[in-house]
């Protein structure tokens, strides 16, 4: 035969497991609240800028696009307000000091946090490629229908 366990033995195991299960739980529930408010919460950039009625800016409201020579890759967008770009297709016609954004593509960020959007941008007919390297939350992609000002790094 074996040994008589004592029927208030039996339930002060299970008193602990369950007191044990309870702490662990709560100490989840914690973790999780504490995770949740140390997340940053700054509202985030939208993707695309607003374009008013017209879908046309005045020239004071317009951005302004800086283009860097393909192979280069200038500072992040939105440190000086200036949106940073590389030429990837095309040449930039002599003279050019606006174009209307017609495309906005593969926005996905990298590891930094940093999108490399490629738009494409007409001149006057010209169109070229630039790749738009930006941070989603505080700088807007370049939006399709808005007119913007250039610049050559």
Known sequence: MGRQVHPHARRR??????????????????????WSSS???????PHFVSLGE??????AG?????????G????VSGRDGRLMTT?????????????????DTNCAPDAQGV?????QLD?????????????MSTTPCLTPGETVTLAQA
């Open 54 to 59: 017209t879908d046309k800016q005045a020239t």
């Open 62 to 70: 317009q951005r302004t696009v800086v283009i860097a020579q393909a």
């Open 123 to 135: 001149i006057g007919g010209t169109l070229i490629t630039v790749q738009h390297h930006h941070k």
């Open 87 to 103: 030429l990837l297709e095309g040449k930039m016609p002599a003279g050019a000091t606006q174009a209307v954004v017609r495309t």
């Open 13 to 34: 195991s299970i008193v602990w497991i369950v007191a044990g299960a309870g702490v662990v739980v709560l100490v989840v529930v914690l973790a999780g609240v504490w």
């Open 39 to 45: 997340v940053s919460t700054a509202p985030a950039a």
């Open 115 to 119: 999108s490399h959007c490629q738009n």
């Open 72 to 75: 280069t890759r200038p500072t």
